[in-house]
């Protein structure tokens, strides 16, 4: 059964007729996340969770999908945070799931399984649209089973594929900082690599902004700079809604 959890004690609103109501999905390495939001971005029932399945096929997560739309009001449209490169709702990339995900039109899919309208996309780009200004260079990087990246341009969104690029002798931002890195070096060298991670993005890309999303910026012990945050998990499943307002990618 889904489990609650990360989500207020109680929905925010109560669905009304006719209204607009979306079903944001956040596909994590271990866990897949649902929230039904209104057209204000406010909850309607509670976040549910249910586990990752160990061979995460796009069957089998189709499956744990369709299980958390079952639980909560019936939305209008669907939004979905992948991790792994997605153009126009297809996948290319899913380096932290399973098998048979590389060309696999997931909108499609989802749209058919769920009968309702369905769009894709990064799930970085998903917790950008939550969490952006829209004024400026605002970087998202997340720091999960793997890191995510994206980054905005007075609001326009590019995609970016940071954590595969080379970073620290001859390792990669995701060899350093994904959770493998965290639990094998211990939380301490962690801290530092993302300090220099930090550094290496300013340089890079002269942001304005930072924001640091994923559930293992609970284990940041460093001092951020001025201009670098944390944004709450949520913000990947409230920019499900913001998705629906920028051309799919």
């Known amino acids: 059964m889904p489990k609650k959890n990360d989500a207020p004690a109680a929905p925010e609103a109560t669905p009304k007729k006719g209204e607009v109501l979306t079903l944001t999905i ?76 590389n060309g696999f039109d997931l909108a499609s899919a989802l749209q058919k399984r769920l009968k309702h309208p369905v769009r894709v996309a990064n799930d970085a780009d998903v917790q950008g649209l939550g969490s952006v200004t829209g004024k400026g260079i605002e970087l998202v990087m997340t720091l999960g089973t793997g890191v995510g990246s994206v980054i905005f341009v007075d609001g326009h969104r590019i995609h970016l594929e940071v954590g595969h690029h080379p970073f620290h002798k001859g390792k990669t931002y995701e060899d350093e900082l994904g959770a493998q890195a965290l639990q094998k070096k211990g939380k301490k060298k962690w801290n530092r690599m993302l300090a220099e991670a930090i550094g290496d993005a300013q340089r ?46």
Request: glycine share 14%.
């Open 26 to 101: 956040d596909i994590g390495g271990t866990g897949i996340k649902a929230f039904v939001l209104n057209a204000a971005g406010k909850p309607v029932d509670e976040r549910l969770r249910i586990p990752t399945p160990k061979k995460a096929t796009p069957n089998n997560v189709i499956k744990v999908i369709e299980k958390l739309a079952k639980e909560g009001p019936a939305p209008s449209r669907v939004s979905v945070g992948f991790p792994g490169v997605v153009k126009d709702g297809v996948v290319y990339t899913a380096p932290n799931l399973g098998k048979g995900w």
């Open 204 to 249: 890079m890309f002269n942001y304005d902004r930072l924001y640091l999303g994923g559930g293992n910026t609970k284990y940041i012990k460093i001092k951020l700079p001025p201009n670098v945050s944390t944004v709450s998990n949520l913000n990947g499943l409230l920019g499900g809604i913001k998705l629906w307002e920028h051309k799919p990618k």
